[in-house]
């Protein structure tokens, strides 16, 4: 076989190996795209699950401090605008993605004592069947589930990054209080986690397009990266 002849062979072996790779990288890059899209689709599902307990909550909170007020008596539309301190922050922090869903998370967990401290409060300031106390209740174990539902997100999209512990350690809650603090302390609470609930409501509706479209971005960018 002559030099011409093995010169042509070695173009046509190249031409058929050039082809060959371009359907791989094809077939990788779609088998990649289809499977960021399943993954999309599912951090998708799993905001919006997350979004529609989130509103749940919210209109529960609504409807807990149209009850409050209803139970305290007197001057229950004042109890509201008076300043407590010690009482979570209502808005979201952090910069990232991952940070703010982290806030949000911590924010839900910081709420539960205070809660609690409500509940105990009003169960010395009201009946025994009392409709608040069964709405303290559920708020309460909402804002659990709501927690665990965000640690879940999180885990999903950071798998790598553990969930920070409040930098501020244990709760904070107030100390003994006479019975117009309680009322105003539980009112204060209450509006506040209305209004944490409304900010979360918005942020996770920001958080789809920047988290869950950002992925299929993402994934695909890799693959096509490793494989050049």
Do not use: W
């Not at 799993?46 to 909550?57: D, E, I, M, P």
């Not at 209502?90 to 709420?111: C, D, K, M, W």
């Amino acid at each position: 076989m002559n030099g011409h002849v093995k010169s042509m062979y070695f173009q046509q072996f190249m031409e058929l190996a050039t082809t060959l790779l371009s359907v791989l990288l094809l077939m990788a890059v779609d088998s990649t795209r289809t499977v960021a899209a399943s993954r999309n689709q599912q951090c998708g599902n799993s905001l919006q699950q997350t979004l529609k307990l989130t509103r749940l909550a919210q209109k529960e909170s609504v409807d807990l401090i149209k009850t409050y007020k209803a139970s305290q008596g007197q001057m229950s539309e004042l109890f509201c605008k008076v300043s407590v301190n010690n009482v979570p922050d209502p808005n979201i922090s952090g910069l990232e993605p991952s940070e703010r869903i982290v806030s949000i998370y911590t924010h839900l967990q910081a709420f539960i004592p205070h809660f609690k401290r409500v509940y105990e409060q009003q169960t010395d300031l009201q009946l025994p069947m009392s409709p608040l106390l069964a709405e303290l209740i559920v708020v309460s174990a909402r804002s659990r589930n709501l927690a665990a539902l965000m640690n879940s997100f999180y885990q999903s999209l950071f798998p790598n990054l553990p969930v920070p512990e409040p930098a501020g350690g244990a709760t904070a809650l107030p100390p003994p209080q006479n019975v117009f603090q309680q009322k105003v302390y539980g009112c204060v609470v209450l509006k506040t986690y209305k209004e944490f609930l409304s900010n979360v409501s918005r942020e996770l509706r920001n958080l789809k397009s920047k988290v869950c479209r950002r992925r299929i971005q993402i994934n695909t960018q890799s693959v096509s990266n490793h494989i050049f």
